[in-house]
């Protein structure tokens, strides 16, 4: 900034004794400095990154310090700059009215270059009205504190209005316009778009949860869900929108009415949450578990033992201390054994019986009974699969049967000791067996 503070007056100061291109550059130098200027005085970006740097060299610097060395800064460029700044409104205009160049230098805000420029107007309303329409009207919002220039504002913004050229100025943007269509300032508008982005997003989240508190103090729950999701997607603050999501969620799911669409609803709802946002909240996990817990009793009492498995099983999962999920469980398990034996999936339902037997130890003996049964059909299966292969001289098949059917009914035999139809059928078992052995031997 000081060098080419130095360098632009320097220039400008010999080019006023000399024509030609000499000027030319001159002007190109003091456009440069105007532009650093500028900047200087009115970005507190570039203020934030020195204040950064000279804490690390003195230590921590204060709002006071800060605007006092700002304050310094600009008094010691303001004088340098004064009788430039009014002879280029005076002898630019016509070439800036026609290239529609608009130099911050013209948006001053401090009041001794306003009192400047109102000088000027007075000595020439129409040239403060093709100043406006030259530097576009963001400069009017810094005018408009000053009564003195409010016809010519009103006429300045009223064309500027009309003008394509001048019309993005008029935006809310239209500080970041200046700053690259005019002052080709493209790193720093870079720059503070980028942090006026990110500004804004944590603004945006603020004010969706802002929103979402507000819903759910009316008990809007699912509008509140919907805001918080919405705000997560910004992942700006995430774990706290995370945290407030899965706060409203339960709340939400355990005021709901229980019927089976509604804990659909909900199940949907919380099992697309978890998977979104990867929650592992204790409240979140035990109020899903028992979601689940509800279905998968709907699904036993209906008679749907498959599916009350399945979901039973994601409550175990979750939560493994749900007593209600855990009884409905066993009972889904030995239901299903039972339905599977009838179908002839005879090695499946004593799959589901072994494990009714390791959740409930204490009912052993209940299960056992329940798998002899099983044992039974299914060594009757083979028994009868045994007679027929022999029948059609299907010797193998026949020998391998019987030994099947044989082994089943021990297991039988061993704990269903009084069931006479299987000692019965073990017995003639028991003799072939022996037959087989002796033909082996």
Request: proline share 2%; with cysteine; aromatic share 10%.
């Amino acid at each position: 900034l000081e060098l080419i503070h130095t360098q632009a007056i320097y220039t400008y100061r010999n080019a006023l004794k000399l024509e030609g291109d000499t000027e030319e550059k001159a002007d190109d130098y003091w456009k440069q400095a105007i532009a650093h200027w500028v900047t200087v005085i009115v970005n507190d970006l570039f203020w934030g990154i020195w204040r950064d740097y000279r804490s690390e060299v003195v230590g921590e610097i204060s709002d006071e310090i800060l605007a006092e060395v700002r304050e310094e800064m600009y008094q010691r460029l303001k004088n340098d700059f004064r009788d430039f700044r009014l002879k280029y409104i005076k002898d630019g205009l016509e070439e800036q009215k026609t290239r529609h160049e608009n130099y911050e230098v013209l948006l001053v805000r401090e009041y001794q270059a306003a009192t400047e420029m109102l000088n000027v107007m007075k000595e020439n309303p129409q040239l403060c009205q093709q100043l406006a329409i030259a530097c576009g009207p963001l400069q009017l919002e810094y005018w408009r504190a000053y009564p003195e220039a409010g016809t010519q504002i009103a006429e300045a913004k009223n064309l500027a209005n009309h003008s394509p050229k001048l019309k993005s100025y008029l935006g809310r943007l239209g500080f970041y316009h200046t700053m690259v269509f005019d002052l080709k300032r493209y790193d720093s508008a870079r720059d503070e778009l980028t942090e006026r982005m990110n500004e804004t997003q944590v603004l945006m989240v603020e004010v969706l949860i802002a929103r979402g508190h507000e819903l759910a103090a009316k008990e809007q729950y699912r509008e509140a869900i919907e805001t918080l999701e919405h705000a997560a997607r910004y992942r700006v603050e995430y774990d706290r929108v995370v945290a407030l999501l899965v706060e409203k969620t339960v709340v939400y799911v355990k005021q709901m009415p229980r019927s089976k669409a509604t804990i659909e609803s909900a199940l949907d709802l919380m099992t697309r949450l978890r998977v979104q946002h990867n929650i592992g909240e204790k409240s979140f996990l035990t109020e899903l578990a028992q979601l689940y817990c509800l279905q998968g009793i709907e699904y036993h009492k209906a008679g749907q033992f498959n599916q009350a498995l399945e979901t039973l099983r994601n409550t175990l999962e979750l939560d493994p201390n749900n007593l209600d999920a855990r009884n409905y469980f066993i009972d889904s398990l030995v239901a299903y054994a039972g339905e599977l034996a009838t179908r002839g999936e005879y090695d499946k339902a004593i799959d589901l019986l072994n494990e009714a037997t390791e959740w409930d130890v204490n009912q052993a003996s209940k299960y056992i009974a329940e798998g002899a049964k099983i044992f039974a059909a299914r060594g009757r299966k083979y028994f009868g699969d045994a007679n027929m292969a022999a029948t059609n001289y299907q010797t193998i098949d026949a020998i391998r049967n019987y030994l099947l059917a044989w082994e089943d009914y021990s297991t039988v035999i061993e704990y269903l000791p009084y069931d006479y139809e299987a000692q019965d059928i073990y017995r003639k078992l028991q003799s072939l067996v022996g037959r087989i052995k002796h033909l082996i031997d």
